[in-house]
């Protein structure tokens, strides 16, 4: 039996990660057609094997991501130990062999390809992706969080062949952290899969934007509190806070019980083509995550033409050295909202030409490095 040799991307629990399915599949669909070009095997598709449930598989359009195949294997589950087994069963029956086995996240996810890739007499490559910062946190269950993926992490390294980080504080960090393992860990941002138009006619007044997942990582806290001292001046025409998760209520509560609220639109969780229509009414996006990993919603902001206004760490000061003229950081509330009030005195406004040009190249690099960590397991390239 004649078996082709292609990567693989497991995740057992799709639907807990923090992007839609379909921005997600996208995302792979890149990524496979860079390695496609990379390899040189242009008929190659990334196998996607997917825990999900029944009612949310049958609303993908298989045609639309045409470099990747997708199956589902199961509903969201736990169970790492019989995912795996049924991954090494749906390979067989679609004639599979895998060259890199890459782990759709820190958890269920890592567990179950590790043991995936462990099924096969012949080496399997793998590869975990990690976009954050795995920290402690000043509440308990992300203190508890943090504790288990970081133990887990650290107990299978030896067992991972590669380690893709999205940004270079993210690389000097884990370098650090896992210091005998540095040399499997690799640079590759998050690409902007589809450019929000550019424009700076954005309106005399200002529109505030919150834009990502709503959880403790974004300091959701932080956030509100600043808009609470920005929205009563009448500069303030209106804010839009686009996004989805675990802190989604209280924005919520916030919104309902605010003395500003006509000015406030909550939006929700948004696909790319709406959130493209945002960017282009945003003047200003506000982000105060107290570690940033790459910030995609504030590269996104600003070769769409807003300003960002963000706390001051180590990836915000990665993003204003490449975008110096779009990017404001704050180290403290008041300053934040000084900042967001006085745009037009502190910032200088830039061309398209200036943004896209240095994302452009940010993301064919990225692209790259993805393809290249991918070709690593097929023996037919090495």
């Known amino acids: 039996m004649k078996f082709s040799h292609t990567p693989v991307f ?7 990660l923090a992007n839609s399915n379909l921005e997600v599949l996208s995302r792979l669909n890149v990524y496979s057609r860079a390695y496609r070009e990379f390899s040189g095997f242009p008929n190659v598709k990334l196998i996607v094997l997917l825990g999900i449930n029944a009612s949310d598989f049958t609303q993908i359009k298989k045609s639309e991501f045409e470099s990747v195949e997708i199956i589902r294997i199961s509903n ?9 087994l049924k991954c090494k069963l749906a390979l067989f029956r679609v004639k599979v062999k895998p060259t890199i086995a890459i782990a759709g996240d820190l958890g269920i ?13 012949k080496r399997i490559y793998t590869q975990i992706s990690i976009h954050g910062f795995i920290s402690y946190r000043g509440y308990a269950m992300g203190n ?31 370098s650090n952290l896992y210091f005998h393992h540095k040399d499997k860990i690799f640079s590759a941002p998050i690409p ?16 505030v934007g919150v ?24 500069l303030i025409e209106r804010v839009l806070i686009v996004g989805s998760g675990p802190l989604s209520h209280t924005v919520e ?40 990993g790459y910030g995609l919603s504030i590269r996104e902001a600003v070769v769409s033409g807003s300003l960002v206004v963000a706390r ?66 097929d023996e037919r390239l090495i």
């Open 10 to 16: 497991v995740h057992p629990q799709i639907t807990k």
């Open 76 to 84: 969201p589950t736990n169970n790492f130990l019989l995912y795996a």
């Open 109 to 121: 996810g890592l567990l179950s390809t590790l043991l995936l890739a462990r099924l096969y007499k």
């Open 144 to 174: 508890f969080k943090s504790l288990v993926k970081r133990t887990i992490l650290r107990a299978v390294l030896t067992s991972i062949d590669s380690i893709r980080v999205v940004s270079e504080p993210l690389k000097t960090y884990y």
């Open 192 to 207: 902007i899969l589809d450019y929000p138009k550019f424009s700076l006619d954005k309106g005399p007044k200002l529109v």
């Open 211 to 234: 834009v990502g997942r709503l959880h403790e990582e974004r300091n959701i806290y932080e956030i509100l509190q600043i808009l609470d001292l920005v929205l009563p001046e009448k």
């Open 253 to 292: 509560n916030w919104v309902f019980k605010n003395s500003h609220a006509g000015k406030i639109s909550y939006l929700g969780e948004l696909e790319r083509p709406e959130l493209n229509e945002i960017w282009d009414e945003i003047t200003v996006l506000l982000s105060c995550a107290i570690n940033e």
């Open 312 to 377: 001051e760490n180590l990836g915000t000061l990665r993003a204003r050295a490449l975008f110096p003229k779009s990017i404001k950081l704050y180290q403290s509330v008041n300053e934040a909202r000084d900042l967001i009030l006085n745009l037009e005195r502190d910032f200088v406004r830039v061309s398209e030409d200036e943004t896209l040009l240095v994302q452009k190249a940010l993301d064919v690099s990225s692209l790259q490095a993805i393809a290249a960590s991918w070709v690593v397991g």
